[in-house]
C-alpha cells in the first residue's frame, strides 16, 4: 500500500512515496479507501519538524493528514453502524507513525467515520471532519447562549468559518475580523458585523461591543492582542495552546480535538447541518 509520507523534516521536498503494509479492519473497526485528503497547517507542523519531540517516539516513516473522505471496504462484523461497505464517508483521523491520512486505506475505529454529506464529492467532504470539530469543541469550551457574543479571528479561513456557521446555529451574535478582500465573504458566512483584521482589532470589536463580548475564538493565533476584545468574566479560546494568563476573571481554554476522535455524534451532526 501506498502513502505520502517523511523519513526527516524539513520543507515540501521530503514528501516522498513510501510503501507500507496493506491493512485490515480489527474489532470495532472499519478500513477506508481513501480518495481525497485535506491539507491542513497541523500537516505542515507534522512535516516541518514542528512536532518532531512528539513524533520520536515512534520510528519513521511519519505520514501527516487528518482528514480523509472515501469509500468503506471492510467492516468488522461484531459492530452496529449505520455505515455498510460500499458507502461513502468522512473522518478525522489522529495521526502517528505511519496512521495519517495521506495513505491508499486506512483502518480507523467506526465511532470516527460517518457517512459523506448526501449530494458532496470527496474533496468537498474531506474539508469537513477535522476543521469542523474543531469549531465546535471551540464553542463547547466557550458555553455560551443563544443571544450572547462572540467574536472570531481569523474568519476567513477554515475553522473561522466554521466557527461563524455553527454559532449561528447556536443563536450567537457574531462578529468578525476580515481583510478587504474576504469582507464579503466572511459577511455570507454569516457574520452579524465585520471588523478590519489586524493588531487594533480588539480596539474595533470594542468600538462596536464596548463592555467586550462574552467569548473570542482567536483562528488567528493573535493571543495576547485580542484578549482585550473579551469582557470581565468572558471567555476565550484558542487553537495553538495559548491559555493566557489569570485576567479579569476570563475563561481560558486551548482547543485540542485530537479529544474529540471518536465522537460520532458530533461529527454526525456535522453532516447534518451541510444536508
Known amino acids: 500500500m501506498r502513502a505520502v509520507g517523511l523519513y526527516v523534516h524539513g520543507g515540501p ?17 472499519m478500513r477506508i479507501r481513501v480518495h481525497a485528503v485535506a491539507v491542513n497547517p497541523t500537516d505542515t507542523m507534522a512535516r516541518n519538524g514542528s512536532r518532531a ?6 520510528p519513521p ?11 468503506v471496504d471492510e467492516v468488522d462484523d461484531d459492530i452496529s453502524t449505520n455505515v455498510a461497505v460500499g458507502d461513502a464517508v468522512m473522518a478525522m483521523v489522529v495521526p502517528k507513525a505511519s496512521h495519517g491520512a495521506y495513505r491508499e486505506q486506512i483502518v480507523l475505529n467506526a465511532r470516527s467515520v460517518v457517512p459523506a454529506p448526501a449530494g458532496t464529492s470527496h474533496v468537498e467532504a474531506c ?22 457574543t462572540l467574536a472570531v479571528t481569523g474568519a476567513a479561513g477554515a475553522y473561522g468559518g466554521y466557527v461563524i456557521q455553527l454559532a ?29 483584521r489586524g493588531d487594533e482589532v480588539a480596539t474595533r470589536i470594542r468600538e462596536h461591543f ?20 473579551v469582557r470581565d468574566g468572558g471567555a476565550f479560546t484558542s487553537v495553538r495552546g495559548f491559555i493566557g ?10 482547543t485540542m480535538v485530537r479529544s474529540y476522535d471518536g465522537e460520532f455524534e458530533k461529527l454526525d451532526r456535522l453532516r447534518q447541518l451541510v444536508e
Open 168 to 196: 449561528k446555529t447556536e443563536g450567537l451574535t457574531v462578529i468578525a475580523d476580515a481583510s478587504e478582500a474576504d469582507r464579503e465573504l466572511v459577511a455570507d458566512l454569516g457574520a452579524d458585523i465585520v471588523v478590519r
Open 61 to 71: 516513516p511519519y505520514v501527516p493528514g487528518m482528514d480523509v473522505a472515501g469509500v
Open 127 to 148: 474539508t469537513l471532519p477535522m476543521n469542523g470539530l474543531t469549531a465546535q469543541q471551540s464553542l463547547d469550551l466557550l458555553g455560551l447562549s443563544s443571544g450572547q
Open 245 to 254: 494568563e489569570p485576567l479579569r476573571d476570563i475563561s481560558f481554554t486551548a
Open 210 to 229: 464596548s463592555d467586550g463580548v462574552d467569548g473570542l475564538a482567536d483562528g488567528a493565533v493573535q493571543n495576547e492582542l485580542v484578549i482585550p476584545a
Open 13 to 29: 521536498e521530503v514528501l516522498e512515496v513510501v510503501d507500507l503494509p496493506e491493512v485490515h479492519a480489527g474489532s470495532g473497526q
Open 53 to 58: 519531540e512528539q513524533q520520536k517516539i515512534d
